[in-house]
């Protein structure tokens, strides 16, 4: 008999508890939305926009004429990798 039911809940692709869930109120199993996930790349591709704000932050005198120029793009390439971090958390940015 386990290896029935062993059999079936392998057959139905969900979790045990998925498939009790399923069987015991006769429908869906309510199921977490799937988090997508941060691959290196990624990582890697934000971790390096985010050292060369900081490095071109450290490196901008206080008294250089293009100061809010360099501040604003700073803010913008922030605000796009907050964006998509907020977005991978599965939130609103």
Excluded: H, Y
Excluded at 4 to 9: G, H, I
Excluded at 36 to 48: C, E, F, I, N, S
Aim: charged share 30%; glycine share 6%.
């Amino acid at each position: 008999m386990r290896d029935e039911f062993a059999a079936r809940v392998r057959n139905s692709g969900l979790s045990v508890n998925g498939f009790i869930t399923r069987a015991v109120f006769a429908g869906e199993a309510p199921r977490a939305r799937p988090k997508p996930r941060l691959d290196g790349a990624t990582a890697a591709t934000l971790l390096a926009q985010a050292a060369a704000i900081a490095d071109r932050l450290a490196a901008m005198p206080d008294d250089t004429p293009t100061r809010e120029e360099t501040l604003r793009a700073c803010r913008e390439e922030l605000l796009l990798i907050r964006t998509f971090l907020m977005q991978l958390a599965g939130r609103e940015p």
